[in-house]
C-alpha cells in the first residue's frame, strides 16, 4: 500500500463524514492526516503505530487506522461509512460547486445516487425546488456535469507522471538490463493525460506476465507478446509495448506523438522515397533499414534536428527543426528563484524560515515570500498591519542569512472592481506584490478583461498571479481577453506568472507562447504552501517548455540583483 492510496483511504473518509454533517473538527482531522500521508517523504507501510504517532498531526486512533489500511488495504470503518450510501454518491461530491451539505440533502429528498440521477433531477427542473437551491444553482450543476463529461478519462501531468513512475519502477526491477520510459503525451509534458503508454526494448518476453501482475492492477485489458494494456488504482489505464532494440528509436518516435507531428514526419519521409513506422526508417525501393535505433538518427536521416518530445504538436517545430530554429529550451537547473509561496501566517503549512530551508536545498538562489492579502479570510490574509510586520520578520531572517536570498513580497488580491486589496503605501513598502484573482469568478469577459487591466495599471503590482484562474480537470478560466492582458502586462512592464501547481499550471502553455511572442517576461513560481513544494517546478517547466521558452524569456532565470532590477517597480 503506498501513501497515496493510504491518503486516497483517508480523503474518502473525510467525505463520508462529511456527507454525514459529522463533527468538523473530525473531519478536518481525517482531511489533514490524507494529506500528510499524500506528501509523506517514507513509505507509512514500514512504520508501526509508533512512528506513526511520531508525525505532527497524526494522533493515537489515526495511527491505527492508518497502520490497519497499510496492512490490510483498507479499514472496516471506512466500509461502515461507505455501506452507508452508495458508493456512487462520491462522484456526485466531488462535482464543483456541489457541498457534501447538498448531497446530502440530495440523496434524501430526491433519491440522488449518481451523477445521472443528478442531471435527470436537474433536467427536470426538480433541483430548483428545493429549499435553499435555486434555478442559478440548478444551472451550474448542469454545467458543472458537462465539465466532467468532457474531461473524463483524463488526468493531471503530474498524476500521470506519478503512476507512470510507480509501474516503471516496478518493471525495471524485474527487467533490470532493459531501457523502459514513458512516451506519449506524459513523455511531450501535456497538461493532462489520457492512458499512459510505456515502451520496452531489451526486456526479455516475461515483462510482459510481470506487467499484467502489476499489483495496483484492476483490470487486465490486453495480454500480449507486444503489447498488454491494464487498468490500475485511480483510473488510469497504462499501454506497455515491448519491441527489440534495434527499433528502439523509432518506436520512441512513434509512439511519442503526436499523432499530427508523426504524420507530418512520415509524409516528409514519403516525400524522400522513404518509410517511416514503428520499426524503422526504409528505403521503400528495397526496404533497407536506414535507422531506427536511435531517435535522434530517425529525425537527422529526415534532415530536421532532434526535436524534443514538448515541441512535437505541429505548432511549426518541423521548419524550425529544417532550419536549425529550434529553441535552446529553459530547463529546471536554470531557474534560480522562485517568486510565490506561502507561510503559516496565511495558509502555508511552514514558516519562513523553513521555506528559506527547503529552497536552499532545492538548489534556490533567492525566493519571494508572498502570503495572501485580507480579502482571503478564509486563508487567514494579512491587513496591512500584520503584512508590514511579516515583511519585517522576513528581511531580518534575510539579514542574518539563511543561504538564499528574501524578498518581502505578497499576493495581493484583485478585488472585484480591479481596486488592490492593500493600499499603495503599503504595496510600495513591499519587495515584490503579485496581483491575483481568487474571487468573483463569474464574470463577463469584458468586465473580467477590465478588471485586470485596472490591476495591472497600478504601479505598485510587478506580477500577475495565475492569470486565468482556471483548475483543470474541475473549472475553466475565467472568460479574459488574454491578449489585451499581455499587451497591458507588456505595456507597463509587468510580468506573467506559469503558476506550478499541477492542477492550474497557468499561464497554460498556449498563453506563455502568446507571452513570448508579445516580449511579455515571465516569471515560472510554485505557489508552494508546504517546504515540499518546490518539487513542483518541474510542471512549470513542462508547460514553458511547451512554449518554446529559453532561459531569457524567464526573469527567474537571473541573478538575484538582475531579477531585482528587472521587477517593474525597480524601472525607471
Ligand atoms: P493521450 O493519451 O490522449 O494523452 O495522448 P497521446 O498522445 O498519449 O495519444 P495515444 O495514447 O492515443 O497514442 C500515443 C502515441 O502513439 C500518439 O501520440 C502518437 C502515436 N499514435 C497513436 N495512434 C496513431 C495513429 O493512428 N497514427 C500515428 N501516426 N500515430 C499514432
Ligand atoms: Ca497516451
Ligand atoms: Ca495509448
Ligand atoms: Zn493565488
Known amino acids: 500500500m503506498d501513501n497515496a492510496a493510504i491518503g486516497h483511504i483517508l480523503q474518502e473518509i473525510a467525505d463520508l463524514l462529511e456527507i454525514k454533517s459529522e463533527n468538523p473538527f473530525k473531519i478536518r482531522a481525517y482531511r489533514n492526516a490524507a494529506d500528510i500521508a499524500g506528501n509523506h517523504p517514507?513509505?507509512?507501510?514500514?512504520?508501526?503505530?509508533?512512528?506513526?504517532?511520531?508525525?505532527?498531526?497524526i494522533g493515537k486512533d489515526l495511527a491505527a487506522r492508518i497502520r490497519e489500511i497499510a496492512q490490510t488495504g483498507d479499514t472496516p470503518y471506512h466500509q461502515e461509512l461507505l455501506a452507508e450510501f452508495p458508493s456512487t454518491i462520491l462522484d456526485v461530491l466531488h462535482l464543483q460547486g456541489v457541498g457534501p451539505k447538498t448531497v446530502a440533502t440530495l440523496y434524501r429528498e430526491l433519491g440522488v445516487k449518481t451523477l445521472d440521477d443528478l442531471e435527470t433531477a436537474a433536467k427536470n427542473g426538480r433541483i430548483r425546488a428545493m429549499k435553499g437551491m435555486g434555478a442559478k444553482k440548478e444551472a451550474l450543476i448542469l454545467k458543472a456535469i458537462e465539465e466532467r463529461k468532457a474531461f473524463a478519462g483524463r488526468h493531471l501531468l503530474a498524476d500521470s507522471c506519478a503512476a507512470a513512475d510507480a509501474v516503471l519502477a516496478y518493471l525495471r526491477?524485474?527487467?533490470?538490463?532493459?531501457?523502459?520510459?514513458?512516451?506519449?503525451?506524459?513523455?511531450?509534458?501535456?497538461?493532462t493525460c489520457g492512458d499512459l503508454d510505456l515502451l520496452a526494448s531489451g526486456a526479455p518476453q516475461s515483462i510482459m506476465d510481470d506487467?499484467?501482475?502489476?499489483?495496483?492492477?484492476?483490470?487486465?485489458?490486453g495480454h500480449g507478446d507486444t503489447k498488454s494494456s491494464i487498468l490500475i488504482r485511480g483510473g488510469f489505464q497504462v499501454d506497455l509495448r515491448l519491441v527489440s532494440p534495434d527499433s528502439r528509436g523509432a518506436a520512441l518516435q512513434y509512439f511519442t506523438g503526436s499523432k499530427a507531428h508523426n504524420?507530418?514526419?512520415?509524409?516528409?519521409?514519403?516525400?524522400?522515397?522513404?518509410?517511416?513506422?514503428?520499426y524503422g526508417l526504409f528505403r521503400s525501393a528495397d526496404d533497407t533499414r536506414i535507422a531506427g535505433e536511435r531517435e535522434e538518427d530517425i529525425y537527422a536521416a529526415?534532415?530536421?534536428?532532434?526535436?524534443?518530445?514538448?515541441l512535437r504538436e505541429m505548432h511549426g517545430e518541423i521548419d524550425a527543426a529544417q532550419t536549425h530554429a529550434l529553441p535552446h529550451l529553459i530547463e529546471r537547473t536554470h531557474l534560480r528563484g522562485d517568486l510565490h509561496m506561502h507561510t503559516t501566517e496565511t495558509d502555508g503549512k511552514d514558516d519562513i524560515r523553513a521555506m528559506a530551508v527547503a529552497a536552499c536545498a532545492a538548489g534556490l538562489d533567492y525566493v519571494a515570500i508572498t502570503d495572501h492579502s485580507q480579502a482571503l479570510a478564509m486563508a487567514n490574509g494579512l491587513d496591512e498591519k500584520r503584512?508590514?510586520?511579516?515583511?519585517?520578520?522576513?528581511?531580518?531572517?534575510?539579514?542574518?542569512?539563511?543561504?538564499?536570498?528574501?524578498?518581502?513580497?505578497?499576493?495581493?488580491?484583485?478585488?472585484?472592481?480591479?481596486?488592490?486589496d492593500l493600499s499603495d503605501d503599503c504595496l510600495a513598502a513591499l519587495d515584490i506584490v503579485i496581483a491575483s484573482v481568487?474571487?468573483?469568478?463569474?464574470?463577463?469577459?469584458?468586465?473580467?478583461?477590465?478588471?485586470?487591466?485596472?490591476?495591472?495599471?497600478?504601479?505598485?503590482?510587478?506580477v500577475l498571479g495565475h492569470p486565468t484562474g482556471r483548475r483543470l480537470l474541475m473549472r475553466q478560466a475565467y472568460p479574459v481577453d488574454m491578449e489585451a492582458v499581455l499587451d497591458a502586462a507588456k505595456h507597463h512592464r509587468i510580468a506573467v506568472e506559469i503558476n506550478c501547481q499541477a492542477q492550474r499550471m497557468d499561464l497554460s502553455d498556449a498563453h506563455a507562447q502568446l507571452a513570448r511572442e508579445r516580449g511579455v517576461p515571465v516569471v515560472i513560481s510554485t505557489d508552494a504552501h508546504s517546504a515540499?513544494?518546490?518539487?513542483?517546478?518541474?510542471?512549470?517547466?513542462?508547460?514553458a517548455r511547451r512554449a518554446w521558452l529559453e532561459p531569457a524569456h524567464v526573469l527567474n532565470t537571473r541573478p538575484f540583483d538582475a531579477f531585482r532590477a528587472a521587477l517593474r517597480r525597480n524601472q525607471s
Open 438 to 462: 481568487h474571487s468573483a469568478f463569474n464574470m463577463e469577459r469584458r468586465q473580467m478583461t477590465d478588471r485586470i487591466l485596472r490591476a495591472i495599471e497600478n504601479p505598485r503590482v510587478d
Open 532 to 543: 515540499n513544494g518546490f518539487a513542483r517546478l518541474r510542471w512549470g517547466i513542462a508547460v
Open 302 to 310: 529526415l534532415d530536421l534536428d532532434w526535436v524534443p518530445p514538448e
Open 42 to 57: 517514507h513509505e507509512l507501510a514500514t512504520l508501526d503505530v509508533n512512528g506513526l504517532r511520531e508525525i505532527p498531526g
Open 173 to 191: 526491477e524485474r527487467a533490470p538490463g532493459a531501457i523502459i520510459e514513458a512516451v506519449g503525451s506524459v513523455r511531450r509534458g501535456c497538461e
Open 387 to 420: 503584512a508590514l510586520a511579516h515583511a519585517a520578520r522576513i528581511r531580518a531572517i534575510d539579514a542574518e542569512g539563511v543561504g538564499v536570498r528574501l524578498l518581502a513580497g505578497i499576493e495581493c488580491d484583485i478585488l472585484s472592481d480591479g481596486s488592490l
Open 263 to 278: 504524420i507530418a514526419l512520415r509524409d516528409r519521409a514519403m516525400s524522400r522515397g522513404l518509410k517511416l513506422n514503428e
Open 211 to 221: 506487467f499484467v501482475e502489476y499489483p495496483p492492477v484492476e483490470r487486465v485489458l
